[in-house]
């Protein structure tokens, strides 16, 4: 309905109808702070990846990509050499589901994920921006290409998204990597890119799901009496795995790292909220990062 209204308007030229909500102002700060249009060169876990369906979307993963690449004022690059950065894209073998590991449709021979760790890798090391985007599984990242991904200098990707949907995850990480010519806050990036992994990674990816077990398996979205509860714990077991990663792959380049106090924006468990300040050695101050702010 909305394609018919815009054939009548003949309001094409400025006007993209495709699947996305939360990411919204990524894509148009992206288009905003940078105005020119980029190439992206594109690499999928799978030779097949583009075709892989999803669960909240109504097109394959490769068209979705094509949809945010042009909201956020991108085109496809005919090569990697030829691209502004590269959108590394994690795809499912041959469709999405919620529950990992699957072996049915996501982990599968369809794709191959050190394949693809190699060449994010081969990537970095030839100084071209990286984005990640991890559409394997919605709501939280894949455990098994985050253990891959460990050996890999983590604190040099341009960014890193995995969280909601297909379109959100895709979204952020393409604004991280349009964008990433524009930095010059080292602390700040570090900051941002810090709390995507932490939000994406460590709670959405395997502290919510403890969490929930340790509460007795309340609903995800009415906690009622429980928050405080969560609340309390909930410090408890982000804050050394957030240490963890910073000491494994941020300390070291005179960053410093303080963390606040977790807790859930709402009574739900889906909704985090990770105070956290990055800082410079010579004491220049990040302001706080995103997640100190939290999504719907």
């Known amino acids: ?6 054939d009548e308007l003949g309001v094409w030229e400025r006007l993209d109808v495709y699947p996305g909500a939360d990411e919204v102002p990524c894509a148009l700060l992206a288009r905003a702070l940078r105005p020119e249009t980029v190439p992206v060169w594109v690499r999928y876990s799978g030779v097949g990846g583009a075709g892989a369906e999803m669960l909240y979307e109504d097109r394959p993963a490769g068209e979705l990509v094509r949809a945010h690449l042009r909201a956020a004022g991108c085109v496809l690059a005919d090569g990697p050499a030829d691209a502004a950065f590269i959108l590394a894209v994690n795809t499912p073998g041959t469709r999405q589901v919620h529950r990992q590991p699957d072996f049915g449709t996501v982990d599968t021979p369809h794709r191959h994920l050190p394949a693809f760790v190699d060449a994010v890798r081969a990537d970095l090391r030839a100084g071209r921006p ?50 990433a010519a524009l930095v010059t806050d ?21 502290v919510r799901s403890l969490l929930r077990a340790e509460l007795g398996q309340p609903s995800p979205f009415d906690l009622g009496p429980q928050l405080h ?18 000491e494994r ?3 070291g380049r005179g960053l410093s790292l303080e963390l606040g106090e977790a ?34």
Not at 1 to 6: D, F, G, K, T, V
Not at 229 to 243: E, S
Not at 266 to 291: C, E, I, K, Q, Y
């Open 1 to 6: 309905m909305l394609e018919a209204r815009a």
């Open 130 to 179: 990286v984005s990640v985007a991890d559409i394997a599984y919605p709501n939280g990242a894949e455990a098994r290409l985050w253990t891959l991904m460990q050996g890999l200098p983590l604190a040099e990707l341009a960014g890193f998204s995995a969280w909601n949907t297909a379109g959100n995850t895709l979204g952020s990480a393409v604004a991280f990597g349009k964008l």
């Open 186 to 206: 080292r602390a700040g990036h570090a900051g941002t890119l810090l709390s995507r992994l932490v939000d994406d990674v460590l709670y959405q990816g395997e």
């Open 229 to 246: 509860a969560a609340n309390r714990r909930l410090p408890q077991l982000m804050n050394p795995r957030v240490q963890a990663v910073w």
């Open 249 to 251: 792959h941020f300390a």
């Open 263 to 296: 807790r859930l924006a709402w009574p739900r468990l889906f909704t985090g909220v990770f105070p956290m300040s990055v800082r410079s050695a010579s004491g220049d101050g990040a302001p706080p990062s995103p997640g100190d702010r939290p999504k719907g």
